[in-house]
């Protein structure tokens, strides 16, 4: 089992950056496939990124696409996204996730869940 809590999110102004983290622990990081969702005001949750127990294949949404960057050090049991040229639309809650398969966007793939960190990005 593992335990997800993400770090990061807050207020930022259209164009600018934010990096989550999120920190695992409780059980063999590099075991884990890892992803980030988000889920905004209203909607539902939607896939953001995604990353292999290495952390050699990467998969993204086509909205956050050259924009977002995830990436991952199992040294440190975490796993980051980079998010630059922020938009109003990426003002969601956003949550790690991981599961013991293989990197996916389908939520349902996956096991285990932070508690999400809030993102707003004002126009």
């Known amino acids: 089992q593992v335990s997800l809590v993400e770090y990061g999110g807050g207020l930022v102004q259209a164009g600018g950056s934010l990096r989550l983290s999120c920190a695992a622990s409780?059980?063999?990081?590099?075991?884990?496939?890892m992803g980030w969702f988000r889920r905004a005001p209203g909607k539902e949750r939607e896939f953001v990124a995604t990353?292999?127990?290495?952390?050699?294949?990467?998969d993204y949404a086509d909205s956050v696409k050259g924009r977002f960057t995830i990436s991952r050090d199992n040294a440190q049991n975490t796993v980051y996204l980079q998010m630059n040229s922020l938009k109003p639309e990426d003002t969601a809650v956003y949550y790690c996730?991981?599961?013991?398969?293989?990197?996916?966007?389908?939520?349902?793939?996956?096991?285990?869940w932070g508690q999400g960190t809030q993102v707003t990005v004002s126009s």
């Open positions: 996730a991981a599961n013991l398969h293989f990197p996916t966007g389908q939520a349902g793939e996956y096991d285990y």
């Open positions: 409780g059980s063999t990081f590099s075991s884990y496939a």
């Open positions: 990353i292999s127990l290495s952390g050699s294949t990467t």
